[in-house]
């Protein structure tokens, strides 16, 4: 075979892969064309309703329930009580968990030289000589100061929630020896990062929860509302927060030392229009959409974030209005205009609303 032979057998086989090759090309292109023209795009969603709701802005933080602090009106609601002298336990008188008065005698002590029961002996004494005017205002202040010094006594009506001796224990000035606390009056104590504390005041509403707020049909049985009586004006060194206390309700069910979440409320809008949260999704150029359901289709829609609580959002957008349905299952990558198939079961939009409507 010489070589103009082989180059023209060459020339045969380029011109027909060429030909196949736009034979298949010519036949996927149909394909292809047809296919779009005879079967449109269709996704399965979800759906939700767009309501008018009440919705607060919070700052959380986590506290513990201690006694309530002196105010200009009442003393502290717990104290630890330490002996007032050196000396041996020679009586307790209460147990703990025990209701007490002020003024009632925990503990009795023996100094060594003198017993609480010898010392309370004595001061009858002087105060009945004081009586016949046989004796003078002197001696009877140092018998009464002598039996303060060996007893114990509840410096306001409340609860024993301590008792740290037993009969025969030494003691001296440096032991706690009992604490009573007042239960009805009790507190709650939190440290609130300070970039988050800024706008905090006192006054502003409170909310502590034992249930970690999770909502039963949209509320929380298990919560207390209260406000807030003191804001710190530092902010602690040691990890960046401010001390901020609010007072409990004398029925909050809260014991001390109870460690719990609360959240203050720093803004409440009312009757705002808000939708689902799953409804609410970010676009590829970062702005907030919602895919507004008109007919069989969706539109991706525009809108401004306001509050969010409870899995909704306040929105705000130019024709929006109450009972619009959106796209909650399935809203995230929409295209901006698409056929949709709603999946909903009956019940579930109204159930969706029940958190808005407990509101």
Request: glycine share 8%.
């Amino acid at each position: 075979m010489n070589r103009k032979h082989i180059i023209a057998i060459i020339v045969i086989l380029l011109a027909a892969g060429a030909g196949i090759v736009a034979l298949v090309k010519s036949r996927d292109g149909a394909s292809e064309s047809g296919g779009d023209e005879a079967t449109p795009t269709l996704v399965s969603v979800q759906t939700g309703a767009l309501k008018l709701v009440t919705l607060h802005r919070y700052v959380q933080g986590f506290g513990t329930v201690e006694p309530a602090p002196a105010t200009a009106d009442q003393p502290a609601a717990g104290a630890p009580l330490a002996a007032p002298s050196a000396g041996v336990v020679t009586r307790v008188n209460v147990v703990a968990g025990q209701q007490v008065a002020k003024g009632d005698v925990l503990v009795e002590l023996d100094s060594g030289t003198t017993t609480y029961a010898q010392a309370e002996q004595e001061l009858a004494r002087q105060k009945e000589l004081f009586a016949q005017q046989n004796t003078s205002q002197k001696n009877l202040q140092a018998a009464e100061a002598q039996l303060a010094l060996l007893r114990v006594t509840a410096p306001l009506s409340g609860t024993v929630a301590r008792l740290d001796v037993k009969p025969g224990q030494a003691v001296d000035v440096s032991t706690v020896v009992a604490e009573v606390m007042d239960l009805s009056r009790l507190a709650v104590s939190a440290g609130i990062p300070s970039a988050e504390a800024n706008d905090l005041k006192a006054g502003e509403e409170a909310r502590i929860s034992r249930t970690g707020f999770q909502p039963v049909n949209g509320q929380d049985i298990r919560s207390t509302t209260t406000s807030l009586l003191f804001v710190s004006p530092d902010v602690d060194k040691d990890n960046g927060t401010v001390l901020v206390r609010a007072l409990l309700p004398a029925d909050s069910g809260l014991r001390p030392g109870q460690f719990v979440p609360l959240r203050i409320v720093t803004a409440v809008h009312t009757n705002c229009l808000a939708a689902p949260a799953e409804s609410v999704v970010t676009d590829e150029s970062g702005k907030s959409v919602i895919a507004l359901v008109k007919g069989d289709e969706a539109v991706q829609t525009p809108v401004q974030t306001g509050l969010r609580e409870d899995g909704w959002v306040e929105i705000e957008a130019p024709g929006l209005k109450a009972g619009d349905t959106v796209v909650t299952v399935g809203a995230y990558g929409l295209p901006e205009k698409t056929k949709i198939s709603v999946q909903n079961s009956p019940g579930d939009e109204a159930a969706s609303t029940n958190s808005a409507d407990a509101k």
